[in-house]
């Protein structure tokens, strides 16, 4: 089987080496905090001193750290011990402009830097699904793919754009803590109504906004160009509502949006479709 290193063995790191080691692969791993080694150790990972201990003998080498300049920082120690031609695979959420300033000097110097941010809980990564996006050259998106996709239930190769996969990673997680705040509110609505968590939820069993996001991006990038399906005085008149029906409950993202939507009536565009208040 094959020798893989790990750096970074937090809840999702420590998930994916759990999944490595099941199936069988030799894991050299490494942690700054080294408390969170010992778990690991004891199912079979083997422990390591520092960064170049750990990617020596490997065939890959993936990261799950947490920011940019911890990323620098380890790549630096961990280079020593790696092979030529050894990728380094990178699955944290890190800032596209310094992903391909990376990329950049890292290629220059025969370094195989891999951007392979993950859509993955830790559960996730134990189980081996979830999404892994993945950018970088055409040559390396082919040979890696198959050892990438049996971590995960999907890989999406964004193209050789070597920052593409951290804007999407970060785009993603805009709508998770947008779509969060957003189901705050619901529940907002809910407790001014005197309705129940679980029933306030339980819309969300048949109604599916999910899967309409697409169709609303599309909607938002248009928005002010096109006939109005929905006018934007009658989505502010449903914002007052929801508002009005949440009563005292606190709310977190309505008062954002009805503060653009009077903008953007005050700006004229009261008639055009409810999207238009995006363009604020």
Known sequence: MTTIAWLGTGLLGGGMVENLLAKGHPVRIWNRSRQKLAPLAQKGAIACQDPADAAHGAARVHLV?????????VIAALRPGLAPGVPVIDH????????????????????????APVFMSPQNAREASGLMLLAGPKRDADELLPALQAMTGKVLYVGERP??????????????????????????????????PEVMLSLFDVFKPGAAMSFLGRRVLQAGTGPASFELTMARKDARLMLEAAGKQP???LPAVVAAMDRAIARGEGQADYAVFTKD
């Open 65 to 73: 750290l947490a920011e940019d300049t911890a990323v620098d920082a």
């Open 92 to 115: 944290g959420t890190n800032l596209p402009a310094k992903v391909a300033a990376r990329c950049a000097a890292l290629r220059a110097q025969g370094v195989r830097y891999v951007p």
């Open 163 to 196: 920052d593409l996969a951290a804007v999407l990673k970060l785009a993603g997680n805009s709508t998770f803590f947008a779509l969060a705040a957003a189901m705050h509110d619901v529940l907002a609505i809910g407790r001014g109504a005197g309705v129940a």
């Open 251 to 253: 709310t977190l993202l």
